[in-house]
């Protein structure tokens, strides 16, 4: 599978798809644990805040241009089914689509959606932000293993 094209592609993918990990990461490891620390009117304004800027041009190219990457390495195994190089970069993008993407748009894009609508005077916010913490991290895990593993993948596809 791997052509020179091919390889740049895949080193192009691994380290996108290692650097949105590697987002995911620092949020499951430290700032959610972070935010939750905080009184609940500022953790939730911070999240709040979060929510509004991670919307940008160069989240998004990371983001969304791994995720082409991706779509576009597991299309070109496709011509070579049988070989590791191809596997690997077939479940690279399954585990990138689904678990980075489809996740954040399924699960935490409408946690953040709900979180956002609660202003901090409102009484049902420290329910919410309990409820947000729990529920946004345990996904954010979710991303953060698939991010990674598709990373760890598309390297080991690389160097076949």
């Given at each position: 599978?791997t052509?020179?094209v091919?390889?740049?592609?895949?080193i192009?993918?691994?380290?996108?798809?290692?650097l949105?990990g590697?987002?995911?990461?620092?949020f499951?490891?430290?700032?959610?644990?972070?935010l939750?620390?905080?009184?609940?009117?500022?953790?939730?304004?911070?999240?709040?805040?979060?929510n509004v800027?991670?919307?940008?041009p160069?989240?998004f190219?990371?983001f969304?241009?791994?995720?082409i990457?991706?779509?576009?390495l597991?299309?070109?195994?496709?011509?070579s089914?049988?070989e590791?190089?191809?596997?690997a970069?077939?479940?690279a993008m399954?585990?990138y689509?689904?678990?980075?993407?489809?996740?954040?748009?399924f699960?935490?894009?409408?946690?953040?959606?709900?979180?956002?609508?609660l202003?901090?005077s409102?009484?049902?916010?420290?329910?919410?932000?309990t409820?947000?913490?729990a529920a946004?991290?345990k996904?954010?895990h979710?991303?953060?293993?698939?991010a990674l593993?598709?990373?760890?993948?598309l390297?080991?596809?690389?160097g076949?």
């Open positions: 599978m052509d020179d091919t390889f740049i592609l895949l192009m993918a691994a380290t996108g798809t290692g949105v590697g987002i995911f990461f620092a499951s490891n430290f700032v959610m644990r972070g939750a620390r905080l009184p609940v009117e500022s953790g939730a304004a911070a999240m709040q805040s979060i800027t991670v919307l940008n160069l989240f190219t990371a969304f241009g791994s995720g990457l991706c779509l576009l597991g299309i070109a195994a496709l011509a089914p049988g590791a190089s191809s596997l970069a077939l479940a399954l585990l689509l689904g678990g980075s993407i489809g996740v954040t748009v699960f935490n894009v409408p946690l953040n959606k709900r979180l956002a609508r202003p901090p409102d009484p049902r916010l420290e329910a919410e932000w409820h947000y913490l946004w991290t996904w954010n979710a991303r953060t293993v698939a593993a598709a990373a760890a993948l390297t080991f596809a690389a076949q």
